[in-house]
């Protein structure tokens, strides 16, 4: 089951955010540099207030009635980089270790492109980290392709994500 998030659900947000993003790049990251992040990137006041923003929307995924994951797209302003055109932005796409490799990644990007879809968006982008090969390897059997890359600093630590893209 998906379902949109309120902004009632921002400690289940904020919870499942520092979780699921833990999961991925603890064991690739300075434990300092992960802890400084999940501490600012995932407070109750942020979550709240990215919850409110019109141009976002997050969604929840529940496998077997259990909160498994969830969804965050950007339009127009709320977008993290600017890329020509009528385009929706996945800024996340986290699934909780236990539940991966059960279809719920592909759900939560059926209910992106349904909302691209239904906005007539003319692309869907997303940056990912250029040593997440599990995340590139899934978004290009989506169709997305490499179009850019940026930098994304993890407290001192120098990272590149790859811009990648796919037209609608």
Same mark, same amino acid.
């Given at each position: ?11 289940? &947000? /904020? $919870?499942?955010? /520092? ?8 064991? $690739? ?21 990215? &919850? ?22 950007? &339009? ?9 055109g ?5 800024e ?7 539940? $991966? ?10 209910q ?5 879809k ?18 590139? $390897?899934f ?9 850019d ?20």
């Amino acid at each position: 089951m998906i379902r949109i998030c309120k902004v009632s659900d921002t400690e289940y &947000l /904020k $919870q499942i955010g /520092k979780k699921t993003f833990g999961e991925t790049f603890r064991s $690739q990251n300075k434990k300092e540099n992960i802890e400084e992040y999940l501490k600012t990137a995932f407070t109750s006041e942020r979550m709240a207030e990215e &919850l409110k923003n019109p141009n976002s929307y997050f969604y929840f995924i529940y496998f077997e009635n259990e909160l498994a994951g969830y969804l965050k797209l950007n &339009l127009s302003n709320a977008q993290t980089e600017e890329i020509e055109g009528n385009n929706i932005e996945i800024e996340r796409i986290y699934i909780l270790r236990k539940f $991966q490799k059960n279809g719920l990644g592909k759900e939560l990007y059926k209910q992106a492109l349904k909302l691209a879809k239904d906005l007539e968006c003319e692309n869907i982008w997303l940056g990912v980290w250029e040593k997440n090969e599990n995340a590139i $390897q899934f978004y290009k059997k989506l169709g997305f392709y490499k179009i850019d890359e940026h930098v994304f600093f993890m407290g001192d630590e120098k990272q590149i994500d790859f811009i990648m893209l796919k037209e609608l």
